[in-house]
């Protein structure tokens, strides 16, 4: 148990309206991810923090936005959720053993409709 | 642009038997590979990594092989048991980033 929080864990809402979740860390760590999973893709990265204030974009990042302004918290928004954006989000950490490794989050099951 | 390949979709064996998953990458720059396992309504869980620098580690009934100029690894699970029923992973890391494959289910029959 890595000390990750995810928050909602499950949401409906509808296309057009603007969808905020929340990733909570209780350990401190620098790094933090956030992920979509879909069927047939794994899991693809979105964005990703540094550090507080620094984010950068991940391999799927349009149409989301993140803001890390604590350490403790990374926040995902979709500006403005289209059906596309229905998916389950997972926020991971970075540890520092074994190296490279991350740790997930029990997930958000997003639905756009 | 598919960096991190799982060409099994799904995977069935006897308990007991050996279950062997498969992962192929493109991409040399990967420096740690991992294999996570996910039960469904939760996250995916760290299994088991291995370092490039290395062509096996073995933790329990967990073996990951790398080969590094085939640009492939494996999981090896001796024996497989029903509780690792779930779907696999496979990881590369690379600097900040990691690439998933798309999964294999394994299922482990009674």
């Known amino acids: 148990d890595a000390g990750i929080t995810q928050s909602p864990r499950h949401k409906v809402t509808e296309t057009g309206t603007p969808v905020t979740l929340r990733c909570h860390q209780t350990?401190?760590?620098?790094?933090m991810y956030w992920y979509r999973q879909d069927p047939g893709h794994g899991l693809r990265l979105i964005h990703y923090?540094?550090?507080?204030?620094?984010?950068d974009k991940g391999e799927v990042s349009d149409g989301y936005s993140v803001s890390r302004s604590k350490t403790e918290d990374f926040l995902l928004t979709l500006e403005s959720a289209t059906s596309s954006q229905t998916s389950v989000y997972f926020c991971?950490?970075?540890?520092?053993?074994?190296?490279?490794?991350?740790?997930f989050g029990p997930g958000t099951r997003l639905t756009v409709l | 642009d598919q960096q991190v390949k799982q060409n099994s979709p799904s995977l069935s064996v006897q308990e007991g038997r050996i279950s062997i998953l498969n992962c192929d990458y493109t991409?040399?720059?990967?420096?740690?590979f991992l294999w996570y396992k996910k039960y469904p309504a939760e996250g995916p869980t760290f299994l088991i990594s291995?370092?490039?620098?290395?062509d096996k580690n073995e933790d329990g009934r967990f073996t990951v092989f790398l080969n590094k100029s085939a640009k492939h690894l494996s999981l090896h699970i001796v024996p497989s048991q029903p509780g690792d029923s779930a779907v696999y992973f496979c990881?590369?890391?690379?600097?900040?980033?990691?690439?998933f494959g798309a999964g294999t289910r394994l299922t482990v029959k009674p």
């Open positions: 990881a590369a890391s690379a600097r900040d980033r990691m690439r």
């Open positions: 991409n040399s720059m990967f420096d740690y």
């Open positions: 350990e401190n760590h620098r790094y």
């Open positions: 923090s540094y550090g507080v204030k620094d984010t």
């Open positions: 991971a950490i970075r540890a520092g053993t074994p190296v490279g490794t991350q740790y």
């Open positions: 291995i370092s490039s620098i290395k």
